[in-house]
């Protein structure tokens, strides 16, 4: 058990996370799908038998306090700080050619995403312990400080979802936002507020923009 509150008890998450505990929770275009078997994997204790190919790919966070409850040749996970994949759109590319079908986005509480800034001057001792130069050490973190920093974990995995949405219209993408208190999966209420793209090409632009 973390020593972490429940989110039901953190106003930061108040009113925004819906529970997940029985089938009659998991919303409609997700049952029967991968998606479903993960979420009742974690929160129910159902077990996930693999077949004979990957079922889904898992997004999240390097977060070392959650891993998936997936049997081994079941699922691709990529692990990225924060969970957001931009600059690894090839692989998600790579996996819809192997005939996946469903993307689990997953997102958690007491991120460290959030407190990039100021652990940056940890970060570039860490760097200059392996013999970086410090001035490169410093504007290395500096730079990825922008990119990589978030300021707030649900508004994070809301961004992401709608631009892989926009990225991969005819994927189906399921948000979803783990407590690290139990590792229960919870709904994210935006879910319920967008409808995820259907249109069948995606102008260049916008591949571009979303992925630079």
Same mark, same amino acid.
């Given at each position: ?103 689990v986005? $997953?997102? @958690? ?6 407190? =990039?800034? +100021?652990? &940056? %001057?940890?970060?570039? *001792?860490?760097l ?9 050490s410093?504007?290395f $973190?500096? @730079?990825?400080?922008?990119?990589h920093?978030? =300021?707030? +974990?649900? &508004? %994070?995995?809301?961004? *992401? ?7 991969f ?42 992925i630079?």
């Amino acid at each position: 058990m973390s020593s972490l509150p429940s989110t039901k008890k953190d106003d930061k998450y108040a009113n925004k996370l819906l529970e997940l505990n029985t089938q009659e929770d998991i919303p409609e275009l997700w049952r029967g799908t991968p998606i479903e078997a993960l979420i009742m994997a974690q929160n129910m204790g159902w077990p996930i038998v693999p077949g004979e190919h990957p079922q889904m790919l898992i997004v999240t966070c390097i977060e070392y306090r959650y891993t998936p409850p997936i049997p081994r040749m079941y699922a691709y996970m990529i692990r990225r700080a924060s969970g957001r994949l931009v600059g690894s759109e090839f692989s998600v590319g790579f996996v819809l050619s192997q005939g996946v079908k469903h993307l689990v986005l $997953v997102g @958690h509480n007491d991120c460290g995403m959030v407190k =990039v800034p +100021e652990k &940056g %001057a940890a970060v570039v *001792e860490a760097l200059t312990a392996q013999g970086w130069n410090r001035t490169l050490s410093e504007q290395f $973190v500096r @730079h990825y400080t922008l990119k990589h920093k978030i =300021v707030d +974990e649900l &508004g %994070a995995l809301e961004a *992401e979802y709608l631009r892989l949405g926009h990225l991969f219209p005819k994927l189906v993408i399921a948000p979803l936002f783990v407590n690290l208190y139990d590792s229960k999966l919870y709904l994210p209420k935006f879910y319920l507020e967008h409808k995820q793209p259907t249109h069948d090409h995606v102008p260049d632009d916008d591949v571009f923009k979303l992925i630079w």
